[in-house]
C-alpha cells in the first residue's frame, strides 16, 4: 500500500516507531486529528489548501482514478459486485468479497456512477 513503519528495535521488539501513510502523512496515536468528524479535509487539501467553491475534491488522490463501470473504487481496488471480486488498479486479481466486506463496499465506498439523493427531512 506504499506505507512505511519505522522504528526503533529492542532485542526484536519494536520500542518507539512512527507510520507514515504512503501520501506522507503521519500516523499520531495521540490526539489524532485527521479525518475526526469535525475536519473533513482530505490530506492533500490540508496540505494545499482547499478547492474554490463549486470544485470539489472527491478522493485524496485529485483527480480521482476512473472507477470501471458498474464497480466501486474500495481503497485498495475496484469491487465488482456481480461477481464479488476485488482487483487492485492495475487489474490484477486480489480476494473474493465475503458477505461482511461486500456490504460494507457498497455501503460506503465511491462507485463509478452517480445518483441523485434527496432530502430527507428529521422526522
Known sequence: NGGRYRTVWHRGVPEKGEYTFADGLKYKDKKWHYCDGYDRRFYTEI???LKPAGISQLTNLDPPRKIPKGCYDCGDGYYNPETRVVIDYKFRFLRNADDEEHEWIVGTC????DEIVKHKPKP
Request: net charge positive; glycine share 14%.
Open 47 to 49: 496540505c494545499s489548501g
Open 110 to 113: 465511491r462507485k463509478a456512477w
